[in-house]
T-cell receptor
Framework: EAGVAQSPRYKIIEKRQSVAFWCNPISGHATLYWYQQILGQGPKLLIQFQNNGVVDDSQLPKDRFSAERLKGVDSTLKIQPAKLEDSAVYLC?????????????????FGPGTRLTVL | QQQVKQSPQSLIVQKGGIPIINCAYENTAFDYFPWYQQFPGKGPALLIA?????SEKKEGRFTISFNKSAKQFSLHIMDSQPGDSATYFCAASKTGSARQLTFGSGTQLTVLP
């Protein structure tokens, strides 16, 4: 089965410019996540979609970040305008629930990420 | 209360050694504890996971030990190999519609040949 696809893999921009990242999840995965991974840290959730609806965007800096998931499949994450502290790897993940009830769990599959450098 | 604290930050062992990575959590509602492995330039990949109703789970050379009363869990890699050199993240989530993962800060493991 094909994995989570992301593009571009690398992006270098000047501060105050805008940038967009694209993600294609694993076919059939209803849940999609965007994470920010700063060098030396664990992934931090930015936004979670269930189909094309937002489940949680509480940690998304909404003054500059936006995300959408049209038709419940592909998703884009945009930053406008970018700041120096936005330099990070942006990871997309998709998941499906396994098991039932309390024994259910959420195996997330991650894409390779987009490394953003803001100068 | 959502934090997962991971240690050590980095670890160097000889081939065949048994590196141990530790994690601690505060939120007693967490009920699923996965470990992810990340190679440079790749996204994290699920390695092994455990639920708090068991104290140990083994898959191949990887073992999770879980101490519910101490709210701690650890990853042991038996007979470590240079190919195990990667960054390891512990994580935790709780039952619910979101089932979001809270990640630790990561451990960079180097296995020397």
């Amino acid at each position: 089965e094909a994995g989570v696809a992301q593009s571009p893999r690398y992006k270098i921009i000047e501060k105050r410019q805008s940038v967009a990242f694209w993600c294609n999840p694993i076919s059939g995965h209803a849940t999609l996540y965007w994470y920010q991974q700063i060098l030396g840290q664990g992934p931090k959730l930015l936004i979670q979609f269930q189909n094309n609806g937002v489940v949680d965007d509480s940690q998304l800096p909404k003054d500059r970040f936006s995300a959408e998931r049209l038709k419940g499949v592909d998703s884009t994450l945009k930053i406008q305008p970018a700041k120096l502290e936005d330099s990070a790897v942006y990871l997309c993940a998709s998941s499906m629930y396994r098991g039932q009830g309390r024994s259910s769990y959420n195996e997330q599959f991650f894409g390779p990420g987009t490394r953003l450098t803001v100068l | 209360q959502q934090q997962v604290k991971q240690s050590p930050q980095s670890l160097i062992v000889q081939k065949g050694g048994i590196p141990i990575i530790n994690c601690a959590y505060e939120n007693t509602a967490f009920d699923y504890f996965p470990w992810y492995q990340q190679f440079p330039g790749k996204g994290p990949a699920l390695l092994i996971a455990i639920r708090p109703d068991v104290s140990e789970k083994k898959e191949g050379r990887f073992t999770i030990s879980f101490n519910k009363s101490a709210k701690q869990f650890s990853l042991h890699i038996m007979d470590s190999q240079p190919g195990d050199s990667a960054t390891y993240f512990c994580a935790a989530s709780k039952t619910g519609s979101a089932r979001q993962l809270t990640f630790g800060s990561g451990t960079q493991l180097t296995v020397l040949p």
